[in-house]
T-cell receptor, first 116, second 115 residues
Framework: AQSVTQLDSQVPVFEEAPVELRCNYS??????LFWYVQYPNQGLQLLLK??????LVKGINGFEAEFNKSQTSFHLRKPSVHISDTAEYFC??????????????FGKGTKLSVKP | KAGVTQTPRYLIKTRGQQVTLSCSPI?????VSWYQQTPGQGLQFLFE???????NKGNFPGRFSGRQFSNSRSEMNVSTLELGDSALYLC??????????????FGEGSWLTVV
């Protein structure tokens, strides 16, 4: 079974400051990792995903994440945030069962609040 | 191309009633999955359909059911509604095949309030 822990439920930050949203996972199989963003009253939008290869993944809106297998982490970062980044961010894993489908397992979410 | 479309966006039902939610996936996507989002439990997987067959199911009671049609459109049904069923129900679609790395695209959700 897989599980995802997002260590911070809320992260307040000032505009133009850097931010890191933390995500740790546990799994008995290899996984694919995802970060989604949810703006108020909207669905989920994919920011980035890690499948294999380079452990540093770049996504949309200037976000990037680093996969660390030894620490089972997949932290999301942005060097300079904007007011428009205010949203809830979800880390998710999907088991890699030799290529077969697994459903997404989500963390509880981190609410990023960017203040002027 | 059009994204995942869910209808209705908002609805209010009374305890004991049933509700049907509809989802149209992105054109060409044959896998449709449903998730429930609540403040307390977060995002939880309900079920996944592929080629009109349920391929995967989450840990929800039998009151929650779904189906997929030959055009990949999907519906989910909740019978005998309870107050705790109030939630945002998200539909998602992805390409055919069993590659777990396929991106899953989400709709904007159906907000269900049970009173």
């Amino acid at each position: 079974a897989q599980s995802v822990t997002q260590l911070d439920s809320q992260v307040p930050v000032f505009e133009e400051a850097p931010v890191e949203l933390r995500c740790n996972y546990s799994s008995s199989v290899s996984v694919y990792l995802f970060w989604y963003v949810q703006y108020p009253n909207q669905g989920l939008q994919l920011l980035l995903k890690y499948l294999s290869g380079s452990t540093l993944v770049k996504g949309i809106n200037g976000f990037e994440a680093e996969f660390n297998k030894s620490q089972t982490s997949f932290h999301l970062r942005k060097p300079s945030v904007h007011i428009s980044d205010t949203a809830e961010y979800f880390c998710a894993v999907r088991g890699n069962y030799g290529g077969s489908q697994g459903n997404l397992i989500f963390g509880k979410g981190t609410k990023l609040s960017v203040k002027p | 191309k059009a994204g995942v479309t869910q209808t209705p966006r908002y609805l209010i039902k009374t305890r004991g009633q049933q509700v049907t939610l509809s989802c149209s996936p992105i054109s060409g996507h044959r896998s449709v999955s449903w998730y429930q989002q609540t403040p307390g439990q977060g995002l939880q997987f309900l079920f996944e359909y592929f080629s009109e067959t349920q391929r995967n199911k989450g840990n929800f009671p039998g009151r929650f059911s779904g189906r997929q049609f030959s055009n990949s459109r999907s519906e989910m049904n909740v019978s005998t509604l309870e107050l705790g069923d109030s939630a945002l129900y998200l539909c998602a679609s992805s390409l055919a095949g069993r590659f777990s790395g396929n991106t899953i695209y989400f709709g904007e959700g159906s907000w269900l309030t049970v009173v």
